[in-house]
């Protein structure tokens, strides 16, 4: 296939970007980069009673977020403002006068209608295969309406024809205005691009996915701290497989790997615990420096000061493979940057209970104060040895001074958060606890 691969994402401006919508524009992008073509991004917002403050900003920021860049959208010439079909009105007029030149539109109630020809539509779909319209008892279709706004179906194929899409990649839910479409172009006399629908997200229970069920919405994952890369492969896997049982790839190899007939015709089923899944593949194992990224929107908003890079990222380095959300790192890390941390109030009774505790920790901060190396495995022996020699069992000092440095019962190992934490830290800490709970 050629660089004439021209595709598009055409959504609604209604404050909401879909799974659904997202897996549509995610499917035109790999089309386009697959075969070296363009994908445009237009804005259908001809019905100005959908539309929601701030809407297209979070068509933006979505898809941005995917990684799914535009290479074409702006009638002002730029790649960074997509097209507007509500500035696009003149285009539209000049189609119009192309149909009354032929008689094949009529005003009905100040309402202008496009004649039918009634004759069946043949389609090749892409996906679905061939499919015959009968159109022998459709009405005649409104294509503008009286207060002289355009419908959908009329602005939807000038468009198509003005920035000639070569291939219109959409839900399966807009099969039925195929047969619509194909009419308007034949009446134009223009050759219709290539269809392909694509299945449908279904709920496990069967049920159409809709924007108020959970994991609906891409804004959701943005929120919770999902990694970017982690949900657009788990999209690239609704109606799309590689045939050969994998379900992690990045996105170099679907690129190489995708292509239309590869679609599934049956519906998907979106597994919420399955997106779960792979993103804690790709959390815990990104590089430190995209852990860092990703990390860094949340610990800002938390209020967290980063006055050491270096210390902040041996900190994330830690605590790593203990993240499932990004939104959870500050809650894991918050600790490491601030002396008024409060301690866990279940863990202190049930961890410092016994006058011995703190007489054990004043050993363990002595022995610690004597260590000339500073490192994981020089502290785990000395806790070892000085619980051999109390005697008790090791976890009796572990947890003790987790909850001491920390505040928390719960965290990284502790050996590596001692050394991480750095020797004045930690014998600042226990000193302080001691002092406190005695």
């Known amino acids: 296939m050629s660089s004439a691969v021209r595709v598009r994402f055409a959504p609604s401006p ?17 089309f386009a980069q697959r075969h070296q073509g363009v994908f445009v991004l237009r804005i259908e917002d001809t019905d100005k009673s959908r539309e929601h403050e701030n809407a297209v900003r979070v068509i933006y920021d979505g898809l941005r977020w995917l990684g799914l860049e535009w290479d074409e959208g702006g009638d002002k010439g730029g790649p960074f403002d997509p097209y507007f079909q509500s500035e696009r009105g003149s285009i539209y007029e000049k189609y119009l006068k192309i149909l009354e030149s032929k008689a094949l539109v009529y005003e009905d109630q100040g309402a202008v209608r496009f004649r039918s020809s009634h004759r069946p539509v043949l389609v090749d779909d892409l996906v679905c295969g061939r499919i015959e319209f009968d159109r022998s008892m459709e009405p005649d279709m409104t294509i503008r309406r009286p207060d002289g706004s355009w419908i959908f179906h009329f602005v939807s194929v000038v468009d198509d024809i003005e920035m000639r899409i070569s291939h219109v990649i959409r839900g399966e839910d807009h099969l039925t205005n195929t047969s619509k479409h194909v009419a308007l172009y034949q009446a134009l006399g223009v050759e219709p691009p290539r269809f392909a629908h694509i299945p449908l997200i279904l709920n496990r229970d069967g049920s159409k996915m809709s924007k108020r069920d959970e994991g609906s919405s891409i804004s959701t994952y943005m929120e919770r701290g999902y990694a970017p890369e982690a949900v657009r492969n788990y999209l690239c896997l609704l109606g799309w497989s590689p045939k050969d049982n994998r379900e992690k790839l990045n996105i170099e190899e679907v690129i190489r790997l995708f292509d239309l007939d590869k679609v599934n015709r049956r519906n998907a089923s979106f ?15 990104m590089p430190i420096s995209r852990f860092r990224e990703l990390s860094g929107p949340f610990i800002e908003k938390a209020g967290i000061q980063i006055s050491d890079e270096e210390y902040l990222l041996a900190v994330l380095r830690i ?28 863990a202190i009774a049930k961890t410092f209970s016994g006058p011995e505790i703190m007489k054990r920790l004043e050993r363990l901060r002595e022995g610690y104060q004597t260590l000339a190396a500073w490192n994981a495995g020089s502290l785990e022996s000395e806790l070892k040895r000085l619980a051999t020699e109390i005697p008790c069992k090791a976890a009796e000092l572990i947890h003790p001074t987790r909850l001491a440095v920390s505040g928390r019962a719960i965290g990284p190992s502790l050996y590596h958060m001692l050394e991480v934490m750095g020797k004045d830290r930690v014998l600042r800490r226990l000193s302080r606890t001691i002092e406190r709970f005695s």
């Open 14 to 30: 209604t404050g909401f970007l879909h799974v659904g919508g997202a897996r549509t524009a995610l499917f035109n992008w790999l």
């Open 271 to 285: 597994d919420l615990d399955k997106c779960n899944w792979l993103n804690a593949q790709y959390v815990a194992h």
């Open 319 to 346: 605590v790593q493979e203990k993240i499932k959300l990004f939104k959870d790192v500050p809650e894991w890390i918050g600790y490491f940057f601030t002396e008024d941390y409060e301690y866990d109030a279940g």
